[in-house]
């Protein structure tokens, strides 16, 4: 992990596609994860959501990103590049600024960002099967201040 903090933006309607590009990628990298979704199709969501979601990001070219519902102060998407930058945690730690809850659904084989997040102070609440055509279970986790 690096020393210094990340420089964390708002996402700007130029930053969707590499936003997508990253979510895609670590689709292809991850084995268990069917890749359901096209770049493209990732994108139009991003897209879709964009008015709607605070989205951040990091690096420029976008190396990681983070999505959340501002009123439900959800988690819906957070991925990074690369990983063991501290990019995860300063993306949680400004989520955290200013609510007393945050949830978020990982997926159940991704033990690792189970960990990372329980780290982070975020507790398991739950276990399901996702809404198709989404076929990973999904284990929903918890923050309160």
């Given amino acids: 992990m690096t020393d210094a903090a990340p420089e964390i933006r708002r996402a700007e309607r130029a930053d969707i596609p590499a936003c997508a590009a990253v979510a895609s990628d670590w689709i292809l ?3 268990w994860m069917p890749g359901l979704h096209s770049r493209e199709e990732l994108e139009g969501h991003i897209r879709d959501a964009f008015d709607t979601r605070e989205i951040w990001v990091i ?48 997926h159940a084989p991704n033990e690792a ?33």
């Fill in 29 to 31: 990298e991850t084995d």
């Fill in 113 to 145: 960002a189970q960990r990372f997040y329980a780290r982070e102070g975020f507790v398991e609440v739950g276990r399901r099967m996702p809404v198709p055509p989404e076929i990973v279970k999904e284990v929903r986790m918890e923050w309160r201040r």
């Fill in 59 to 106: 690096g420029a070219p976008v190396a990681a990103y983070m999505s959340v519902d501002p009123v439900a102060g959800h988690i819906g998407a957070l991925y990074c590049r690369t990983r063991g930058q501290g990019w995860g945690k300063a993306f949680l730690d400004r989520a955290k600024e200013g609510r007393d809850h945050l949830s978020l659904n990982t």
